[in-house]
């Protein structure tokens, strides 16, 4: 009894080293990235500055709201699979103020979820949200913003969600379900029987990742990148004329400070 929980410790553990060297990782990315497009091309202004980590904060609750509103796709995978739209805000957010806000945002409103709804997945399912929604906004965003026109914003979201569909369902497979399975306790054929009750093609970890994971991660990845590309120029307006009022505001205070 007291070996099988201390192995229940160990693997809880473990996880959570995981998931924050896997958050580590992603944030480091980010911010190497726009770090070295802001110096190229001779951009002084701060990663982070006031306003956008209000937008951050704005476009994290959005997402917390769409993510609260996930449902399964019984036809397609079983019920412990879910499906949400909260990467629509992380995205805008990372085309408009780049890859370390999108990032942000996928982290506030995982952290968010997790206080007020909890965990129904040990974990997992968070943790798979957090890094498969990265996967498709910080290749898109990266991209996005080495040339920011509407062509490059529609490649960066394909590239994105090619990706995402590779690498989420390549994750699930060599390190979120067998997660899974070990902290529920939960053999590994039984998950498998539960895909092949929908699809009678899944027999193997294999095959349940091409028949149930990958399609759930196409209709998100496709689904997050149209509507963000139908919504984001209609909003960018908006979104710019605040950073030009803030990059205005910023220069006044700055000369008032010289003159003083």
């Known amino acids: 009894m007291s070996n099988g929980l201390w192995q229940s410790v160990k693997d809880n553990v473990i996880f959570v080293l995981v998931c924050l060297i896997v958050a580590a990782g992603v944030f480091l990315t980010a911010y190497a990235a726009e770090k070295y497009v802001r110096r190229r091309d001779g951009i002084a202004e701060r990663i982070l500055n006031t306003r956008k980590v209000a ?11 769409l993510f609260l509103f996930e449902f399964p796709i019984p036809f397609l995978a079983p019920s412990f699979y879910e499906l949400d739209f909260s990467e629509i805000p992380a995205l805008i957010g990372a085309f408009a103020f780049g ?3 999108g990032v942000m945002i996928e982290f506030c409103k995982v952290v968010l979820k997790l206080v007020i709804k909890g965990t129904s997945t040990g974990f997992v399912g968070d943790l798979a949200n957090f890094v498969i929604g990265c996967s498709l906004i910080l290749p898109a965003s990266i991209i996005y913003m ?10 960066s979201c394909a590239a994105g969600s090619v990706i995402m569909t590779v690498f989420g369902s390549a994750f699930n497979g060599i390190y979120l379900l067998p997660a899974f399975a070990a902290l529920f306790g939960m053999p590994m054929d039984a998950i498998l029987s539960m895909g092949a ?3 009678g093609n899944i ?7 091409c028949f149930a994971v990958a399609p759930m991660n196409i209709i998100k990845s496709v689904s997050v990148s149209l509507i963000t590309l139908l919504i984001y120029k209609p909003l960018s307006p908006i979104i710019k004329s605040g950073q030009v ?3 205005r505001h910023d220069a006044g205070s700055r000369a008032a400070g010289v003159e003083h």
């Open 146 to 155: 080495f040339k920011k026109t509407k062509k490059t914003a529609v490649l």
């Open 203 to 209: 027999n193997s970890v294999t095959t349940f990742v």
């Open 55 to 65: 937008m951050i904060g704005l476009f994290s609750a959005i997402a917390l709201l």
């Open 197 to 199: 009750e929908i699809n």
């Open 99 to 101: 890859p370390v806000a």
């Open 245 to 247: 009022s803030a990059k």
